[in-house]
């Protein structure tokens, strides 16, 4: 079985600037060479994530390098600018990413699970559930039309596979190097390596998407699961 995204409008809900290289950016890739419009959306800012005697504008370097590696992508970008530990599925979040939709007007939303480490991760998934019905309802106003139904919604992995269980995978194989460029990028973030309380990425990334696919059966591959949810789920 293989997917087929074109004629799709494909949205990655994260939470942080990096979050996209290491979950869902060679399935935008792969669905970008398939013909499909691809998007990211960054909730928050990555105000906080820094190195040790990093500058203290952390906000505008990972925005830079957001762009950056959007710009690699082929994507799209929206930024929601809420700062580090603040998101939560509130009403004034939820505005803000339900005219996100309505500007972008996704058919599939990829986003964190409920399962993944980060507490930002979390919110941003609820959040991105919850923006993803609301931005149908003409009751809820922002400056765009809503929505005609609310776009598919895929679970993403969580960071390090811990405690997901795969509902399908998508081969990206073909996608590795880009993943890996994208996320060179993050030159703030990659400096933390070393850090007690952080983990290096760039190993952390390819091992994971290597360790997919074997699952798999393919050299590289990322993991997601369907919401099931009634009107939330499509066949493809």
């Known amino acids: ?7 799709e409008r494909l949205l ?22 398939d013909g499909a419009a691809i998007a990211v959306c960054v909730a928050c800012q990555g105000d906080k994530g820094r190195a040790a005697h990093a500058a203290e504008d952390t906000a505008a370097v990972r ?9 690699l992508l082929g994507a799209e970008l929206f930024c929601l600018g809420i700062g580090d530990g603040e998101l939560a599925d509130v009403p004034v979040q939820r505005r803000k990413l339900v005219d996100v939709y309505r500007r972008y007007r996704p058919t599939l939303v990829l986003a964190h699970c409920a399962q993944d480490y980060h507490v930002d991760h979390r919110a941003a998934g609820a ?8 931005a149908c309802s003409a009751g809820h106003r922002t400056r765009r ?16 596979m811990a405690g997901f269980e795969p509902g399908f995978y998508v081969d990206v194989t073909e996608s590795v190097e880009l993943k890996r460029r994208m996320l060179a990028c993050h030159r703030s ?5 070393a850090e007690s309380d952080f983990a290096p ?15 798999a059966g393919v050299e ?3 993991a997601f699961r369907i919401h099931t949810a009634w009107k939330r789920a499509r066949a493809w």
């Open 189 to 193: 973030q990659l400096a933390r390596g």
């Open 220 to 222: 590289a591959a990322e």
């Open 127 to 134: 959040l991105a559930e919850a923006a993803s019905w609301l």
């Open 145 to 160: 039309r809503p929505l005609a139904e609310p776009p598919a919604l895929w679970w993403m992995d969580t960071v390090n």
């Open 1 to 7: 079985m293989r997917l087929d995204f074109a004629d």
């Open 201 to 215: 990425l760039a190993p952390l990334m390819l091992g994971q998407c290597r360790a997919r696919g074997t699952q």
């Open 12 to 33: 990655g809900v994260v939470a942080h600037p990096d979050d996209a290289e290491m979950l869902c950016a060679g399935t935008l890739a792969r669905a970008r060479a």
């Open 63 to 71: 925005k830079r390098e957001m762009k950056a590696a959007a710009g």
